[in-house]
Nanobody, 132 residues
Framework: EVQLVQSGGGLVQAGGSLTLSCGISSGYNFEEDAIGWFRQAPGKEREEREGFSCISSIDGKTYYTDSVKGRFTISSDNAKNTIYLHMNNLKPDDTAVYYC?????????????????????WGKGTVVTVSS
């Protein structure tokens, strides 16, 4: 069974930084799949059109939606089976539950990034709260 185990998150003041981790269970070769970080703000749906980042570990290709571009960085440590989301200059609008997810057979393409319904595996979510 593939498991995505999330850690990190918490409460931070606006302008601060946090790093989220997504540990991927051994035996799952995720290098040829797209790994993404979605978020779900209070009262909103989880979607890929806002606050979304993804990476294809096979070549390090990344994609970000405009709201996080330049502030968030997604990275992969293949030796540790871990995907990270480094979040800088956090804003109150970044407050959400963050989920990592994996889409088998998908590539993190800026032209056609994977969508929520393309994901095969999900982490349980990590709460990020940014105070003003």
């Amino acid at each position: 069974e593939v498991q995505l185990v999330q850690s990190g998150g918490g409460l931070v003041q606006a302008g601060g930084s946090l790093t989220l981790s997504c540990g991927i269970s051994s035996g799952y070769n995720f290098e040829e799949d797209a790994i993404g970080w979605f978020r779900q703000a209070p009262g909103k749906e989880r979607e890929e059109r806002e606050g979304f980042s993804c990476i294809s570990s096979i070549d390090g290709k990344t994609y970000y939606t405009d709201s996080v571009k330049g502030r968030f960085t997604i990275s992969s440590d293949n030796a540790k089976n871990t995907i990270y989301l480094h979040m800088n200059n956090l804003k109150p609008d970044d407050t959400a539950v963050y989920y990592c997810a994996a889409a088998k057979g998908y590539y993190c393409s800026p032209i056609e990034p994977p969508r929520v319904w393309d994901m095969d595996y999900w982490g349980k979510g990590t709460v990020v709260t940014v105070s003003s």
